[in-house]
């Protein structure tokens, strides 16, 4: 084994090593995400089902929702403010695209509080304009699930139009104090002539997580047995050419050597 001691055998060795190491944390890196996940379709699910809670209660101007009023359910009454809709471009439902209606209502307690009215189906527009049904007038009561703004250029607001939402990129075209984060509506009451269709509840699977955990895992006990597989060859090898090299050093049969001998003095004779 004094092969495994060589400079190219060492280095193998260490190659494998690091890279099953790195395999391990992988695989626990997908296992704490396992983790989290579940704990937050855990937060979710409670949400979810909770009674409706005042908007003010949890939101507040200015102030991103926490994670854990992330599918929260409020209710607010007020007013929306049609002319102020910012439209969500490139949103898709079951292959079919469209866009996202965000309006403002002018909630009683005062601020502003940003609701995705939902989606409605347009065909793969980019800039064109975007006739979008109006939301109900007057007094309105509304109930839906906190959301979190979006990030990042997407939700920058050109036109009266964006990718994604965010109440920091809205709240600058607006006239008063904003709630931080949206609502995407559950219900509205009284309903608008044109409902749009509602927001889609999250997936509250666990994901590929787990099974991605396992496949480092599984990378890294493969990588440990190729390297023992490879020394074992090697030795073996190794343990195989001295008696190949006995063997051709090994003198002919005496007998053979007589017979070679009478012929030689048949021939003389």
């Not at 979810?48 to 101007?61: G, K, R, T």
Request: aromatic share 10%; charged share 20%; hydrophobic share 40%.
């Amino acid at each position: 084994m004094r092969f495994l001691l060589t400079r190219r055998w060492v280095l193998f060795a260490v190659v494998v090593v690091v890279l099953a190491y790195a395999c391990y944390l992988l695989g626990q890196w997908q296992f704490h995400r396992l983790h989290d996940r579940k704990a937050e379709n855990a937060v979710i699910r409670v949400n979810l089902h909770a009674p409706p809670l005042p908007v003010d209660q949890v939101l507040a101007p200015g102030r991103d929702p926490s994670g854990r009023d992330e599918w929260r359910r409020v209710e607010a009454t007020g007013t929306y403010e049609a002319s102020s809709s910012v439209v969500i471009r490139y949103q898709t439902r079951d292959g079919a695209a469209g866009v996202d209606v965000v309006t403002p209502l002018h909630t009683s307690a005062g601020p502003l509080l940003l609701v995705d009215r939902g989606w409605m189906q347009t065909g793969n527009v980019g800039v064109d304009t975007v006739d979008a049904p109006p939301p109900p007038s007057g007094p309105v009561r509304v109930v839906g699930w906190v959301r979190a703004d979006a990030t990042g250029s997407a939700a920058t607001v050109t036109d009266g139009s964006a990718r994604a939402i965010s109440s920091r990129q809205i709240a600058p075209t607006l006239d008063g104090p904003v709630y931080g984060g949206f609502v995407d509506a559950q219900s509205e009451t009284p309903r608008p002539d044109t409902p749009l269709v509602k927001a889609e509840l999250p997936d509250l699977g666990n994901g590929p997580h787990f099974f991605y955990g396992l496949q480092w895992w599984f990378f890294g006990v493969l990588a440990v047995f190729g390297f023992g597989f490879l020394a074992y060859d090697e030795r073996r090898k190794a343990g195989a050419a001295p008696a190949e090299a006995a063997d051709s050093e090994r003198p002919e049969h005496p007998a053979v050597d007589g017979q070679h001998h009478a012929r030689d003095e048949a021939r003389r004779g």
